[in-house]
């Protein structure tokens, strides 16, 4: 098991850049896939971005492959969203989940750890 704290959410404009980040406390976080998925208010929680344990596999959501960039560091247990062109349907409570395996991913599986999210909210 793996604990998950996001941060970097806020208020932006559109255009703009943000980046989010998810510490994770934990010895095995470097042999876990990592999520980022995002939830408004009303609605179903959205996939958006995935990472491999090795950093290297990724995986985007349409709606923000080009402008959102998924990244790790595992010598920090850290986890990284860094969103461009922030549009106003971006607007949504980001989580960030972790996988026991890429292959628990790839089929579709719900993540088993999730962090507390954090509100980001883009002004037009």
């Known amino acids: 098991q793996v604990q998950l704290v996001e941060s970097g959410g806020g208020l932006v404009h559109a255009g703009v850049s943000l980046r989010l980040s998810c510490a994770a406390s934990g010895r095995t976080f470097s042999t876990y896939a990592i999520c980022w998925f995002r939830q408004v208010s009303g609605k179903e929680r959205e996939f958006v971005a995935a990472?491999?344990?090795?950093?290297?596999?990724?995986h985007y959501a349409d709606s923000v492959n080009g402008r959102f960039t998924i990244s790790r560091d595992n010598a920090k247990n850290m986890a990284y969203l860094q969103m461009n062109s922030l549009k106003p349907a971006d607007t949504a409570v980001y989580y960030c989940?972790?996988?026991?395996?890429?292959?628990?991913?790839?089929?579709?599986?719900?993540?088993?750890?999730w962090g507390q999210g954090t509100q980001v909210t883009v002004s037009s």
């Open positions: 989940a972790a996988h026991s395996t890429w292959t628990e991913f790839v089929r579709g599986k719900n993540p088993q750890d």
């Open positions: 990472i491999h344990w090795n950093g290297r596999n990724t």
